[in-house]
């Protein structure tokens, strides 16, 4: 099976869809930047710590709000085509590799 099944999405993100996840993915831009700021001057670690634990949880959100984006249109579309199998194995490819 290939490692992914569709180049595109079968619904395409709307302009809202995509706007906020690229605000999300901005802040925690800006996130990352903080913390290589902390870092140049020398801070706490257990105040860096806390930024990169931070990061790691608005990370996760956006994989969430992307998951559920993909299954309440791709995998649900996929069902109902008949390709559900596939597409399900698929996210769940996936999902083993954002839980690592």
């Not at 670690?45 to 249109?73: N, P, W, Y």
């Not at 559900?84 to 590799?97: C, D, F, N, R, S």
């Amino acid at each position: 099976m290939d490692k992914f099944l569709h180049d595109h999405p079968v619904k395409p993100r709307t302009k809202d869809e995509k706007q906020a996840v690229i605000n999300r993915l901005k802040r925690i831009e800006g996130q990352v930047r903080g913390i290589q700021k902390m870092v140049e001057e020398d801070r706490y670690c257990m105040d860096i710590l806390v930024q990169i634990s931070a990061i790691q949880s608005a990370l996760k959100q956006v994989g969430f709000s992307v998951s559920e984006r993909h299954m309440k249109h791709c995998v649900h579309n996929a069902i109902q085509s008949g390709e559900g199998a596939e597409m399900i194995e698929e996210l769940l490819g996936v999902m083993k590799q954002l839980t690592k």
